[in-house]
């Protein structure tokens, strides 16, 4: 991060292009700060931006300076100077110490929405904060706002979730993250990374007619780690865009050995996680695969999930019509999990709805969610996408959705992901 504007006139106890407080003066008047008002309960906020870095390398880094200036104009205005104080510590990195009472986070993160939008920056930027309240006032400062970081680091591309409380579980969550950080690169080279395929029926032929590839970590040591564990840790650093691409390749040497064999294939769907989509040569990287590996688009699908679409649609469209002029079929997966998902049926040129297991979970327990999911089903139909159904179960869940039309099931009822060996003498015994 450029910083410009230097402001001699104010010296070295402050951010030259903020005109906040620097890092070192914020930790000592935090300190006294507490001391002298030590009746008082305060809190340790720590901010920062989604994709700053982005933002930065995208538009000029004046534009990044500017958004910082808006954000510690802002806190310089909201907050009273008599009890509360803030810095930027470094790069998109605020931190605030202020009193609980007095700190209303809704309200700062849609006063900082407000005003950034009203910059017009193309890019969809994005306040997070994580909190410490601070129920020690003799932890040194840099300690309480490590501890705020975590549970920023918790939500952060959540966007769902903009701020979180520090609470002392994430302690033992976040030892157990930088193990998993730890051990990825060594997982990928020494193979520990494998894909399982979870095979989708068509209920009313009983075939299968396409599958989902899976990861799966078997650790030497910890044995199996499931997915839910480490795939949020890739996804908050990065590692995910090469997982993905390892699993996608995975994929496609599987449909290559099979058709080599002269064995039917099934159209394989992959999933993108939302980080993909910042890496520009996407659509190349997968249409390299198809060519290394001779392959027909069809035999891979692309399963975008509904998060992705929240976050820069423009950016997402365009990469979905670019990917569906290379031929592929593109997913939305986890229809109807996040708050936008109708809106975003009448811009995306999507081929088939995953719809959420969500949907399932509660079809037994409430007639209405039965009504809806009849209605996403009568939707996607009239609008020409196909559906899958995820998380079917049981046998009464699968006729449900069976009656609902021209529904695939992805389901525990019919398979649950398997190990490629068992899914090839699974396909082979359907599509003999
Ligand atoms: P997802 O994409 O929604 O994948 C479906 C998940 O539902 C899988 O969990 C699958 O095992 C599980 N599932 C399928 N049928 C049933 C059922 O009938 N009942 C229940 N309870 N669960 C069912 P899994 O394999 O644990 O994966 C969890 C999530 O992790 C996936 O959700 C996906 O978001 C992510 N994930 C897995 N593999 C990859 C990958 O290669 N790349 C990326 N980016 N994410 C992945
Ligand atoms: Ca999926
Ligand atoms: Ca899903």
Redesign the pocket.
């Known amino acids: 991060m450029r910083a410009e504007g230097i402001m001699p006139i104010i010296g070295n106890k402050f951010d030259p292009l903020t005109g906040l407080y620097n890092r070192e003066t914020f930790y000592t008047e935090a300190k006294l700060l507490l001391g002298a008002r030590h009746n008082t309960k305060y809190c340790i906020v720590c901010m920062d931006i989604s994709c700053f870095k982005i933002i930065n390398d995208l538009f000029h880094a004046d534009t990044g300076n500017v958004i910082l200036k808006t954000a510690a104009d802002y806190f310089k205005a909201k907050l009273n100077p008599r009890t509360s104080i803030s810095c930027r510590a470094d790069a998109d990195h605020f931190v605030l110490c202020v009193p609980a009472e007095e700190l209303d986070m809704e309200e700062i993160i849609k006063d900082l929405d407000e005003r950034i939008q009203a910059l017009h920056i193309s890019h969809n930027i994005l306040f997070f904060a994580g909190i410490y309240p601070v129920d020690n006032i003799n932890l040194p400062i840099d300690q309480m706002c490590d501890r705020a970081g975590m549970a920023l680091r918790r939500i952060k591309g959540s966007y769902l979730t903009r701020y979180a409380y520090y609470d002392s579980k994430m302690r033992d969550q976040m030892i157990e993250e930088l193990l998993i950080t730890g051990n990825l690169e060594i997982a990928l080279m020494e193979h520990q990374f494998t894909i399982f395929l979870?095979p989708i029926f068509d209920p009313h032929r009983n075939t299968v007619v396409s599958a989902?590839?899976?990861?799966r970590w078997f650790h030497p040591v910890h044995g199996m780690v499931?997915?839910?564990k480490f795939?949020p840790v890739c996804e908050r650093n990065g590692f995910?865009v090469r997982?993905?691409r390892f699993?996608w390749e995975e994929t496609c040497r599987l449909q290559r050995k099979r058709l080599d064999a002269g064995k039917p294939v099934v159209p394989i769907s992959?999933?993108l996680?939302r980080l993909n989509f910042y890496s520009l040569d996407l659509p190349e990287f997968l249409a390299n695969l198809l060519e290394k590996y001779k392959l027909d688009p069809w035999m891979l699908k692309l399963?975008v999930?509904e998060s992705a679409y929240t976050d820069n649609q423009l950016q997402l469209l365009d990469m979905i019509s670019t990917f569906k002029g290379l031929g592929f079929s593109v997913l939305m997966?986890?229809f109807g999990s996040g708050y936008s998902s109708l809106n975003m049926l009448k811009d995306m040129p999507l081929d088939t709805l995953k719809v959420d297991?969500a949907f399932i979970r509660e079809l037994e327990k409430s007639k209405r969610v039965a009504v809806i999911l009849k209605f996403i089903v009568a939707l996607a139909t009239e609008l020409g996408m196909s559906v899958v159904v995820?998380?079917?179960?049981t046998q009464a869940q699968a006729d449900y959705v069976a009656s609902l039309g021209d529904v695939s099931i992805?389901?525990?009822?019919f398979s649950r992901?398997l190990p490629i060996p068992d899914y090839e003498k699974l396909l082979d015994k359907y599509l003999a």
């Open positions: 979870q989902e590839a899976l990861v499931s997915p839910g795939i995910i997982l993905d699993v992959v999933n996680s399963e999930t997966d986890d297991m995820e998380g079917v179960e992805q389901g525990y009822f992901p």
